[in-house]
C-alpha cells in the first residue's frame, strides 16, 4: 500500500524536482518504508512506499520495465499477480523482484491498456509511456484506492490524495457550491467531483489516457445485476462461501505481519473465521469500544475472538474524541462526516501497533442488503405500489406538511414516511440517504450561496443512478446506487484515510469484484428474506458462527455524536461554529444554525447529524480553503 502523484508538461517547463519531492512529502503517512521519483522532459512521478511484497529495495519505485520502455507508480495489491507471473514467464517474460508491480509493467508490455481487465485487486497507478509520450492511469473497480486529478494546459496533476495537488501553487482552490450541498446531504463529495471546482476524482472502473492532445477517460468495468442465479437456496450458499473462503485466502499473502478488523458482527466475524480456518498459527484482532453501552460491542467481539482463539486486542474511545478530532479531519482533504471515521481511526492504530496489514468486513452490507435502510426502503415501495398514484401525489404530502418540526419520535418518523410515500422510489431512496433533513435546511443557507446553487439539488446523483442500474427489482437498483455512491464516496474513503493515516494497509475480501460480480446473480429475495437482512450470506457462515452471533440486532460502526456534541466535544464545536471568521457563516444564516444547537443542547430536538456535519466542514475549511 501505497501513495502516488505526479505532472505532465507537454506544453511548458511546469514542475521539477522539488515539487514532486513535496508531493510526495505530504503523503509520507502512505509510505513511510521508501519514496523516490522519476522526471523527464514531460513528465514526473512520485512514490511513497509501505512494503507489504518483497521486502527488498528491488520493490522501491518508481519502476522501469526491463527494456526502460515504461515507468510506473502503484498504489495497491494484485492478489492475483503470482498466477499471472506464472503466466508472464511462460510467455517469456522474466523478473528481477517478487513485486505485483513488476507483473503490472509486464502486463502492460503484453497486453496495452487492457491490462485492467486481467487483474484482481485494489489500484490505482500510472505508467508511463516513454515512447508513445503516454501516461496512462487507472482505478480499481470497486473505488478502494483513491485517485485525485486536475486537467490543466500540460496535461495534468494527479495524486493519491487532494494535498498533494495543492502542493502546486498555480492550483486554484475554488470552492464548488453544488459539492458543499452535496456534502451537507451525503456527508460526503461523490466521484467524480471534489471540493474545489476543476480538481476530480477518477470514477472507480475507469482509466485516464493524457498526452499531448488531450486526455480521455473510459470506463473498463460496471456492475450487472441483470442475471439472476437459478440455483437453490443451499447451493447458492455453497458457491457463496467458496468464494468468500477463497476471496479471504487470496488476502492472506503477504511477507508482513497480518490481522483483522473485529468488530463481532457478521461480516468481520465471518472473515476471522474463514482466517483462522487457513492459518497455522492465532490471528490478530482488533477491536474498538465505546463507554455507552449502546454502542459498545466489544463483549460480542472477545466471544468471536475466544471462539477462534485469536490474539486479541482492544481499545475504548472515551476522552480521545476532543483531543485527535482536527488531526484526523486533516487526512481528508476535502469535507466529510461520516462519524465513524473516528473509531476506524483508532482501529487503525491499534492494528498498526501489531500488524502491518489487516482484513475488514467491508462490503457486506453493499453486496447483501445489510443495512436498515434497505428492508425499511422495501417495506416503503411495497406500501408505494399498493396505493393509487393520485392518493400518494395529494394526501401524503399534506400529511407531510402537517407532520413538518414535529418532536415526537413517533410522529418525526410518520413525517419522513409521508415524505418518502409521495415520491417515487428513487427519491424515496434518496431520503434513506440524506444526513441532512429537508426540513431543516429549508430557510437555513445564506442568499449567495442559494443563488450560485442555481436550482441544484443533491437527488440528483441518487435518482440518475437508480435509473440507470442494470436491474429490474427495486432492492437490486438502490444497491447498485449504493455501489456508485455511498460505497466509494463514504465508506472506502474512510477506511482507507484512516488506515494509511497509521500506515495501515486494509483488505476487505467481501469487496473481491468476482465475489462481487457473483452477488450480484443472487435474487433479491435470498438478500433481504421475509425482512431479514443478509438472508444468504447468514445461511453461508452458519457453518461456524453462532445464531446469535447471525441474528442480533445490527449496531454497525456507530458513535454516540448526540452526546458527543453535548459533552466531549462541546467547547470545540462551538469555537468552530460560532467563532470562525469565514467557512460556515458564508453559506449558512447563523442565527439559525444558533437556534439547532440551542435545541440539541437542551434535548428539545435531535441535530446529531446536521451539527455534526457543520463542525467537519468548518474543521476542513479552517485547513485547506482558500476564499478566491
Same mark, same amino acid.
Given at each position: 500500500?501505497?501513495g502516488?502523484?505526479?505532472?505532465?508538461?507537454?506544453?511548458?517547463?511546469?514542475?521539477?524536482?522539488a515539487l @514532486?519531492e513535496?508531493? =510526495?512529502q505530504?503523503?509520507?503517512?502512505r509510505?513511510?518504508?521508501?519514496?523516490g521519483?522519476?522526471?523527464?522532459?514531460?513528465?514526473?512521478l512520485?512514490?511513497r512506499?509501505?512494503?507489504?511484497i518483497?521486502?527488498?529495495?528491488?520493490?522501491?519505485?518508481?519502476?522501469?520495465s526491463s527494456?526502460?520502455?515504461?515507468?510506473i507508480?502503484?498504489?495497491?495489491?494484485?492478489?492475483?499477480?503470482?498466477?499471472?507471473r506464472?503466466?508472464?514467464?511462460e510467455? =517469456?517474460?522474466?523478473f528481477?523482484s517478487?513485486?505485483?508491480?513488476e507483473?503490472?509493467?509486464?502486463?502492460?508490455?503484453?497486453?496495452?491498456?487492457?491490462?485492467?481487465?486481467? *487483474?484482481n485487486?485494489?489500484f490505482?497507478?500510472?505508467?508511463?509511456?516513454?515512447?508513445?509520450?503516454?501516461?496512462f492511469?487507472?482505478?480499481? +473497480?470497486?473505488?478502494?484506492?483513491?485517485?485525485?486529478?486536475y486537467?490543466?494546459?500540460?496535461?495534468?496533476?494527479?495524486?493519491?490524495e487532494?494535498?498533494?495537488?495543492?502542493?502546486?501553487p498555480e492550483l486554484?482552490? #475554488?470552492?464548488?457550491?453544488?459539492?458543499v450541498?452535496?456534502?451537507?446531504?451525503?456527508?460526503? &463529495?461523490p466521484d467524480?467531483?471534489?471540493?474545489? $471546482?476543476? &480538481?476530480?476524482?477518477?470514477?472507480?472502473?475507469?482509466?485516464?489516457?493524457?498526452n499531448a492532445?488531450?486526455?480521455?477517460?473510459?470506463?473498463y468495468?460496471?456492475l450487472?445485476?441483470?442475471?439472476?442465479s437459478?440455483?437453490?437456496?443451499?447451493?447458492?450458499?455453497e458457491?457463496?462461501?467458496?468464494?468468500?473462503?477463497?476471496? !479471504?485466502?487470496?488476502?492472506?499473502?503477504?511477507?508482513?505481519?497480518?490481522?483483522?478488523?473485529?468488530?463481532?458482527?457478521?461480516?468481520?466475524?465471518?472473515?476471522v473465521?474463514?482466517?483462522?480456518?487457513?492459518?497455522?498459527?492465532?490471528?490478530?484482532?482488533c477491536s474498538?469500544?465505546?463507554?455507552?453501552?449502546?454502542?459498545?460491542?466489544?463483549?460480542?467481539?472477545?466471544? *468471536?475472538?475466544e471462539?477462534?482463539?485469536?490474539d486479541?486486542?482492544?481499545?475504548? !474511545?472515551?476522552?480521545?474524541?476532543?483531543?485527535?478530532?482536527?488531526?484526523?479531519?486533516?487526512?481528508?482533504?476535502?469535507?466529510?462526516a461520516?462519524?465513524?471515521l473516528?473509531?476506524?481511526?483508532?482501529?487503525?492504530?491499534?492494528a498498526?501497533?501489531?500488524?502491518?496489514?489487516?482484513l475488514a468486513?467491508d462490503?457486506?452490507?453493499?453486496?447483501?442488503?445489510?443495512?436498515?435502510?434497505?428492508?425499511?426502503?422495501?417495506?416503503?415501495?411495497? *406500501?408505494r405500489?399498493?396505493?393509487?398514484?393520485v392518493?400518494?401525489?395529494?394526501?401524503?404530502?399534506?400529511?407531510?406538511?402537517?407532520?413538518? =418540526?414535529?418532536?415526537?419520535p413517533?410522529?418525526?418518523?410518520?413525517?419522513?414516511?409521508c415524505?418518502?410515500?409521495?415520491?417515487?422510489?428513487?427519491?424515496g431512496?434518496? @431520503?434513506?440517504n440524506?444526513?441532512?433533513?429537508?426540513?431543516v435546511?429549508d430557510g437555513?443557507?445564506?442568499?449567495?450561496f442559494?443563488?450560485?446553487?442555481?436550482?441544484?439539488?443533491p437527488?440528483?446523483?441518487?435518482?440518475?443512478y437508480?435509473?440507470?442500474a442494470?436491474?429490474?427489482?427495486?432492492?437490486?437498483?438502490?444497491l447498485?446506487?449504493?455501489?456508485?455512491?455511498?460505497?466509494?464516496?463514504d465508506i472506502l474513503?474512510?477506511?482507507?484515510?484512516?488506515s494509511m493515516?497509521n500506515?495501515?494497509e486494509?483488505?476487505a475480501?467481501?469487496l473481491d469484484? /468476482?465475489l462481487v460480480?457473483y452477488?450480484?446473480?443472487?435474487?433479491s429475495?435470498?438478500k433481504?428474506?421475509? =425482512? $431479514?437482512?443478509?438472508?444468504?450470506?447468514k445461511k453461508?457462515?452458519?457453518?461456524?458462527?453462532?445464531?446469535?452471533?447471525?441474528? +442480533?440486532?445490527?449496531?454497525?460502526?456507530? #458513535?454516540?455524536?448526540?452526546?458527543?456534541l +453535548?459533552? /466531549? *466535544?462541546?467547547?470545540?464545536?462551538?469555537?468552530l461554529?460560532?467563532n470562525?471568521?469565514?467557512?460556515?457563516?458564508?453559506?449558512?444564516k447563523?442565527?439559525r444554525?444558533?437556534s439547532?444547537?440551542?435545541?440539541?443542547?437542551?434535548?428539545?430536538?435531535?441535530?446529531?447529524n446536521?451539527?455534526?456535519?457543520?463542525?467537519?466542514f468548518?474543521?476542513?475549511?479552517?485547513?485547506?480553503?482558500?476564499?478566491?
Amino acid at each position: 500500500m501505497c501513495g502516488i502523484a505526479g505532472f505532465t508538461r507537454f506544453s511548458s517547463s511546469f514542475g521539477d524536482q522539488a515539487l @514532486l519531492e513535496r508531493m =510526495g512529502q505530504v503523503m509520507f503517512h502512505r509510505g513511510p518504508d521508501a519514496g523516490g521519483e522519476y522526471l523527464d522532459e514531460l513528465v514526473g512521478l512520485c512514490h511513497r512506499r509501505l512494503s507489504i511484497i518483497d521486502l527488498s529495495a528491488a520493490g522501491n519505485q518508481p519502476m522501469h520495465s526491463s527494456d526502460g520502455k515504461l515507468v510506473i507508480v502503484f498504489n495497491g495489491e494484485i492478489y492475483n499477480f503470482q498466477a499471472l507471473r506464472a503466466e508472464l514467464i511462460e510467455d =517469456g517474460y522474466s523478473f528481477t523482484s517478487k513485486t505485483d508491480t513488476e507483473v503490472l509493467l509486464a502486463l502492460y508490455q503484453r497486453d496495452g491498456q487492457k491490462l485492467v481487465e486481467k *487483474i484482481n485487486g485494489m489500484f490505482a497507478f500510472a505508467i508511463w509511456d516513454i515512447e508513445k509520450q503516454e501516461l496512462f492511469l487507472a482505478r480499481d +473497480r470497486l473505488g478502494k484506492k483513491p485517485l485525485y486529478y486536475y486537467p490543466c494546459a500540460n496535461g495534468i496533476v494527479f495524486g493519491s490524495e487532494l494535498k498533494c495537488l495543492m502542493e502546486v501553487p498555480e492550483l486554484p482552490r #475554488v470552492i464548488r457550491p453544488d459539492s458543499v450541498y452535496d456534502f451537507f446531504t451525503y456527508q460526503y &463529495i461523490p466521484d467524480p467531483k471534489t471540493i474545489f $471546482e476543476d &480538481i476530480f476524482k477518477l470514477e472507480p472502473g475507469y482509466t485516464l489516457t493524457v498526452n499531448a492532445s488531450g486526455y480521455q477517460k473510459k470506463q473498463y468495468w460496471d456492475l450487472s445485476f441483470s442475471d439472476q442465479s437459478g440455483a437453490s437456496e443451499a447451493e447458492v450458499a455453497e458457491e457463496l462461501l467458496d468464494a468468500v473462503r477463497h476471496a !479471504v485466502e487470496q488476502r492472506m499473502i503477504s511477507d508482513v505481519p497480518l490481522g483483522a478488523f473485529l468488530s463481532g458482527g457478521v461480516d468481520s466475524s465471518g472473515v476471522v473465521a474463514l482466517m483462522a480456518q487457513s492459518s497455522d498459527k492465532a490471528v490478530t484482532t482488533c477491536s474498538i469500544g465505546f463507554d455507552s453501552k449502546e454502542f459498545d460491542e466489544v463483549d460480542f467481539a472477545r466471544e *468471536i475472538a475466544e471462539q477462534f482463539k485469536t490474539d486479541h486486542h482492544e481499545f475504548t !474511545v472515551r476522552e480521545n474524541v476532543a483531543d485527535n478530532l482536527e488531526k484526523i479531519a486533516a487526512y481528508f482533504d476535502e469535507p466529510f462526516a461520516d462519524p465513524s471515521l473516528v473509531p476506524t481511526y483508532f482501529v487503525s492504530q491499534l492494528a498498526r501497533n501489531q500488524v502491518t496489514v489487516a482484513l475488514a468486513g467491508d462490503g457486506g452490507d453493499e453486496n447483501f442488503a445489510g443495512y436498515s435502510k434497505y428492508a425499511v426502503d422495501e417495506v416503503e415501495n411495497r *406500501i408505494r405500489a399498493r396505493v393509487p398514484v393520485v392518493l400518494r401525489k395529494t394526501l401524503f404530502p399534506v400529511f407531510e406538511k402537517l407532520l413538518a =418540526g414535529a418532536r415526537n419520535p413517533l410522529l418525526r418518523k410518520a413525517h419522513t414516511l409521508c415524505s418518502t410515500l409521495s415520491r417515487d422510489a428513487a427519491y424515496g431512496f434518496f @431520503l434513506s440517504n440524506s444526513t441532512f433533513r429537508q426540513s431543516v435546511w429549508d430557510g437555513l443557507g445564506a442568499d449567495e450561496f442559494q443563488r450560485k446553487l442555481n436550482g441544484y439539488h443533491p437527488s440528483s446523483l441518487t435518482q440518475d443512478y437508480y435509473h440507470k442500474a442494470p436491474a429490474q427489482d427495486h432492492l437490486s437498483k438502490i444497491l447498485y446506487t449504493d455501489f456508485k455512491t455511498y460505497l466509494p464516496g463514504d465508506i472506502l474513503v474512510k477506511v482507507d484515510r484512516m488506515s494509511m493515516a497509521n500506515s495501515l494497509e486494509v483488505r476487505a475480501p467481501l469487496l473481491d469484484y /468476482e465475489l462481487v460480480e457473483y452477488a450480484a446473480t443472487i435474487p433479491s429475495d435470498l438478500k433481504l428474506h421475509k =425482512g $431479514e437482512k443478509k438472508h444468504i450470506l447468514k445461511k453461508a457462515f452458519s457453518r461456524f458462527l453462532s445464531r446469535d452471533t447471525l441474528y +442480533r440486532k445490527k449496531m454497525g460502526f456507530s #458513535v454516540p455524536l448526540g452526546e458527543w456534541l +453535548r459533552n /466531549e *466535544i462541546k467547547s470545540q464545536a462551538e469555537e468552530l461554529l460560532f467563532n470562525s471568521k469565514a467557512g460556515l457563516c458564508d453559506y449558512f444564516k447563523m442565527d439559525r444554525v444558533q437556534s439547532l444547537w440551542d435545541e440539541h443542547q437542551t434535548r428539545k430536538q435531535d441535530y446529531s447529524n446536521e451539527l455534526w456535519n457543520m463542525v467537519m466542514f468548518q474543521l476542513w475549511y479552517d485547513r485547506y480553503a482558500i476564499r478566491k
